[in-house]
């Protein structure tokens, strides 16, 4: 039986095909970094070649690094200061995730310095780089006061948000029996189900400076400095396009587009059409992540009008329970005193879980965010 007879006009093709235009051939895993220190020396010599417009200015954080070096977040605004559009590309949000934000925006800015990829007219990149240094140049996700900047966008003026599961737990996760700890939490999720065991331990805690995903008692660095972004540069008035680059979560190497705009708001509608039908969103169920407090994103959301969005492009690595067999162990060992060559022995296993030293995984890292970070240029501009 042989195919039936279909006509379309040429209009009617061309609107069919898809269209995709990734900025460069060859994919250079070079760019991942050794350290923070290496990370920014690149990151500020590759801006030095732009031939586009760019403004620089840093902000200090408290505290020093390894070595002690001053640690600064860097932000370039690259393209014209009075554009309507806007893509914001964030590094290290959770520090030690920077070394992959960090290649990512290297490799960026390779693609813009050798033409491969073109800024559309009044459109602008802003590059946050180093939100967290304290967390990346220590190989920790948190800042120097354990502070997880992605759970510190809540009001502090008001009763801060309470996560009671957290408190039935906090024990367990000081236990050094892994074994003793994984059982307590098996049981939990047998009585209370998976999501619940995800969201107590990952959902956010203001009572626990020592413990995992705390939220902090003030504005963190890394909140300051958006903040006075968001004002400086009137981004409230824009069409902004926000893509914060994690790690850590979801399947190995693929980039999920988290989207924590409500699944109702105008916000998940223009992420849906800016990046298709890969959102998920973590409100509606979809998503590798679930739903949490405080998140850096409600910061940018209050900030936004209806045609921009914030996504989170989340790179996979190894399964959550490992996920959260290292993150305890580091707060264990930084609870503890007198132990650096423990620490430093740790922060290796940070790294490897946030970042493996794998090239097929570095690869396809650079890939999908080269992909995505066009969807979000096409989008904004269009």
């Given at each position: 039986?042989?195919?039936p007879?279909?006509?379309?006009?040429?209009?009617?093709?061309l609107?069919?095909?898809?269209?995709?235009?990734i900025?460069?051939?060859e994919?250079d895993t070079?760019?991942?970094?050794?350290?923070y220190?290496?990370?920014r020396?690149?990151?500020?010599?590759?801006?030095?070649?732009?031939?586009?417009p760019?403004?620089?200015?840093?902000?200090q954080?408290v505290?020093?690094?390894?070595d002690?070096?001053?640690?600064?977040?860097?932000?370039?605004?690259i393209g014209?200061?009075?554009?309507e559009?806007?893509?914001?590309?964030?590094?290290?949000t959770?520090?030690?995730?920077g070394?992959a934000g960090?290649?990512?925006q290297?490799?960026?800015?390779?693609g813009i310095?050798?033409?491969?990829?073109?800024?559309?007219?009044d459109?602008a990149i802003?590059?946050?780089?180093?939100l967290t240094p304290?967390g990346?140049?220590?190989?920790?996700?948190?800042?120097?006061d354990?502070?997880?900047?992605n759970?510190?966008a809540?009001d502090?003026?008001?009763?801060?948000p309470e996560?009671?599961?957290?408190?039935?737990?906090?024990?367990?996760?000081f236990?050094?029996?892994t074994g003793?700890?994984q059982?307590?939490?098996?049981?939990?999720?047998?009585q209370?189900?998976?999501?619940?065991l995800?969201?107590?331990?990952?959902?956010?805690?203001?009572?626990?400076?020592?413990?995992?995903?705390?939220?902090?008692?003030a504005?963190?660095h890394g909140?300051?400095?958006?903040?006075d972004?968001?004002?400086r540069?009137?981004l409230?008035?824009?069409?902004?396009?926000?893509?914060d680059?994690?790690?850590g979560?979801?399947?190995?190497?693929?980039?999920?587009?988290?989207?924590?705009?409500?699944?109702?708001?105008?916000?998940?509608?223009?992420?849906q059409?800016?990046?298709g039908?890969?959102?998920?969103?973590?409100l509606?169920?979809?998503s590798?992540?679930?739903?949490?407090?405080?998140?850096?994103?409600?910061?940018?959301?209050?900030n936004?009008?209806?045609q921009?969005?914030?996504?989170?492009?989340?790179?996979?690595?190894?399964?959550t329970?490992?996920?959260f067999?290292?993150?305890?162990?580091?707060?264990?060992?930084w609870?503890a005193?007198?132990?650096?060559?423990?620490r430093?022995?740790?922060?290796?296993v940070m790294?490897?879980h946030?970042?493996p030293?794998?090239?097929?995984?570095?690869e396809?890292?650079?890939f999908?965010?080269?992909?995505?970070?066009?969807?979000?240029?096409?989008?904004v501009?269009?």
């Open positions: 039986m042989g195919l007879h279909c006509e379309f006009t040429v209009s009617e093709i609107s069919m095909q898809m269209s995709l235009s900025y460069g051939t994919i070079g760019v991942f970094p050794a350290s220190a290496v990370a020396h690149g990151w500020l010599a590759l801006l030095a070649e732009l031939r586009h760019v403004r620089h200015e840093i902000y954080c505290g020093l690094g390894p002690g070096e001053t640690l600064l977040t860097d932000t370039a605004w014209d200061e009075n554009a559009n806007l893509v914001v590309a964030i590094a290290a959770h520090g030690v995730e070394f960090s290649a990512i290297l490799d960026l800015l390779q310095s050798k033409h491969q990829l073109d800024i559309p007219n459109t802003l590059l946050i780089h180093a304290w990346y140049a220590w190989s920790r996700r948190c800042d120097g354990g502070v997880d900047l759970r510190n809540v502090f003026s008001q009763p801060l996560n009671p599961d957290y408190d039935k737990l906090r024990d367990w996760l236990v050094a029996d003793q700890r059982q307590a939490f098996a049981d939990f999720s047998w209370y189900g998976r999501v619940a995800e969201k107590a331990i990952s959902g956010g805690q203001y009572r626990d400076p020592s413990g995992p995903f705390y939220g902090g008692s504005p963190a909140r300051l400095v958006c903040e972004l968001i004002q540069h009137n409230a008035q824009r069409r902004v396009a926000v893509v680059l994690h790690t979560l979801g399947p190995y190497g693929y980039g999920e587009i988290i989207c924590d705009h409500r699944p109702d708001s105008a916000g998940a509608a223009v992420a059409s800016w990046y039908d890969s959102v998920t969103l973590p509606a169920g979809t590798s992540s679930v739903p949490k407090l405080g998140l850096l994103d409600y910061l940018w959301h209050a936004m009008n209806p921009s969005c914030y996504v989170t492009l989340e790179f996979g690595t190894y399964s329970d490992h996920l067999e290292v993150l305890l162990r580091d707060h264990q060992l609870a005193e007198d132990n650096h060559d423990q430093f022995a740790h922060s290796m790294r490897h946030f970042c030293n794998d090239n097929a995984w570095q396809m890292v650079l999908r965010a080269r992909q995505v970070l066009g969807q979000a240029l096409r989008g501009s269009s």
